[in-house]
């Protein structure tokens, strides 16, 4: 193939073989994320839900058991392309929250968009000298100065809101999901009429790094996978393998994951499961035959919606060995946040002529529902609560990470065990691409300094315990972290404005030993809590958190 480089202002062509090429060069970085997947939905990490593909990357990488995200999905993302806190960088909360609070208005990191004093990952590699490409869900901004295109990508397709259906969006329909925005390369555009989601990113994906493949550069790739999130919508062979999967109901699928997690030893050490939480939604005996079997059947689209994308994610792994590029590639894969509670189809779906939401359309074009508070608990499953909340089950995400062949790691098919946060990986690309921190400012423009560390340790199962604070807040639900103490005030989400001015209610769980938060010690530890408190205090001072009255 032919590489060009520019060396002291002449344009010189080399002859390189591309595999020797491939070695030789600073590795590729290719992260994807899973939209609201829970932290026990794959296989490797305790499901039942069939993912090969994500296994075997498990098996030829490590699995992380406490990696942590923010509680909800543009938070996630604004930590993940700025490496510090979402409060400093304008998503303090998200925008969709924004008209309905207030109190959180006008103030500063409160933008609902990423704001211009964060730093840009993808900007970072870009300038030097990285290949920069994105599919997927970007929900950090919709305005001209918000695209993705600005912030450093060199290619990018991506639904700019928040949640959207995975078909081709319906025309003259009320429902919010199909009223979305599609953009490239900062030019809106319209999806094709067999467009789905996770096969069209993939392929887009797929179409930018062939397009760049004989440069000689190294890409940064980010596939953000709009699936599992509402509403739910897959394609109907994998609906049917899933057929009958679910007919026992929410506590016999958690039992059989429990099972699973214990036998595969995911954590160091078992500990109580979180029971379900005592909230309106009904059990599984309190349901009718009728509603039991539409239960089950939304489950066997979740679980679907999830297959079908571990099998795209193996399309873009066959194209990467059959390009010679997966040696020599670092694999990254997460979820943006817990499992989904919320019921948006009641929140946000006025429901028109063209919504058929019966039991035999679920998953298919024109359905829009989800799956529900109680199956979210079955995919937070060992953890307390869901997504939109600070515990366990809302900020815990499954993390597998295949580093490239050229650099040590932990053993193989390995659990490590310490402790990561979203807003790691920033400094962890960093120092793979050996790119120097850039400080506090980039180009002229004052920036929020880098605060995450490198996972590269963590990776290698060779980092000493991180005792420094470490805190997180979203909608009036916060939490401070100190080594294995965790203090927090959490609860189920019930969608209300009301809930952003709730008081605080604290506990203290010791999670070496408490993972599934079932035992609060904070009386029986209270100058623990006062201390924790006093961090927390000083991290509500550092990153602006607006604070209920």
Request: glycine residues 8%; hydrophobic residues 35%; negative net charge.
């Amino acid at each position: 193939m032919q590489a060009v480089k520019l060396l002291s202002g002449m344009l010189i062509a080399l002859t390189i073989p591309f595999a020797a090429m491939a070695e030789s060069s600073r590795p590729n970085i290719l992260l994807i994320m899973a939209d609201d997947l829970g932290y026990s939905d794959l296989g490797s990490y305790g499901g039942e839900i069939e993912t090969p593909t994500l296994d075997d990357l498990a098996n030829e990488g490590v699995k992380m058991s406490s990696f942590y995200v923010a509680p909800t999905c543009s938070p996630t993302r604004a930590m993940l392309m700025s490496g510090t806190d979402n409060h400093l960088v304008g998503l303090g909360t998200m925008a969709e929250v924004l008209p309905f609070s207030p109190s959180l208005q006008d103030r500063p990191g409160y933008e609902g968009h990423i704001n211009k004093k964060a730093h840009s990952l993808p900007s970072l590699l870009s300038d030097a000298g990285y290949d920069t490409y994105m599919a997927g869900k970007w929900h950090l901004g919709k305005a001209p100065e918000q695209d993705p295109h600005n912030f450093g990508f060199d290619q990018a397709f991506t639904l700019l809101d928040g949640g959207a259906s995975h078909y081709k969006p319906l025309e003259d329909s009320e429902v919010r999901v199909e009223n979305v925005t599609y953009r490239e390369n900062g030019k809106d555009v319209e999806v094709p009429a067999d467009f789905f989601s996770s096969e069209f990113y993939t392929d887009k994906l797929i179409s930018y790094i062939d397009s760049g493949r004989d440069n000689g550069e190294p890409f940064f790739a980010w596939l953000a996978f709009t699936a599992p999130h509402w509403p739910l919508h897959a394609p109907e062979e994998y609906i049917e393998k899933y057929q009958g999967r679910y007919d026992e109901g929410y506590d016999a699928i958690r039992e059989d994951r429990l099972k699973r997690i214990w036998q595969g030893n995911l954590f160091e050490g078992a500990f109580t499961a979180a029971e379900p939480a005592e909230v309106p939604n009904p059990r599984w005996s309190e349901l009718s035959d009728e509603e039991r079997e539409r239960q089950a059947r939304k489950m066997e689209v979740y679980a679907a919606m999830v297959d079908h994308m571990d099998m795209n994610i193996q399309r873009l792994f066959d194209y990467l060995k059959d390009t010679g590029q997966y040696n020599n590639t670092l694999i990254v894969f997460v979820s943006d946040n817990g499992a989904a509670g919320e019921d948006h189809a009641r929140g946000y779906s006025p429901g028109d002529e063209n919504t058929d939401n019966s039991l035999a359309n679920i998953g298919k074009q024109g359905s829009n529902v989800n799956y529900g508070f109680r199956w979210a608990e079955v995919s937070s499953t060992p953890f307390s609560l869901v997504k939109g909340t600070s515990a366990e089950g809302g900020i815990s995400s499954p993390a597998i990470i295949r580093l490239p062949a050229s650099m040590p790691s932990a053993q193989n098919g390995s659990v490590v065990h310490g402790y990561g946060r979203i807003d790691d990986l920033l400094p962890t690309f960093l120092e793979i691409a050996d790119i120097d921190d850039p400080g506090t400012a980039y180009k002229g423009e004052e920036k929020f300094p880098i605060t995450g560390q490198s996972l590269l340790p963590v990776w290698r199962d060779e980092a000493e315990p991180r005792n420094k604070a470490v805190g997180g807040e979203m909608f009036a639900q916060p939490y401070i972290r100190m080594g294995d103490w965790k203090l927090r005030s959490a609860y189920a989400p019930d969608g209300s404005p009301a809930m952003m001015e709730r008081p605080y209610e604290w506990e203290l769980f010791n999670l070496a030993e408490d993972r599934g938060e079932t035992t609060d010690l904070s009386d029986d530890y209270p100058e623990r809590v006062e201390s924790m408190m006093e961090e927390w205090k000083r991290y509500v001072e550092r990153v602006g958190v607006v604070e209920p009255e």
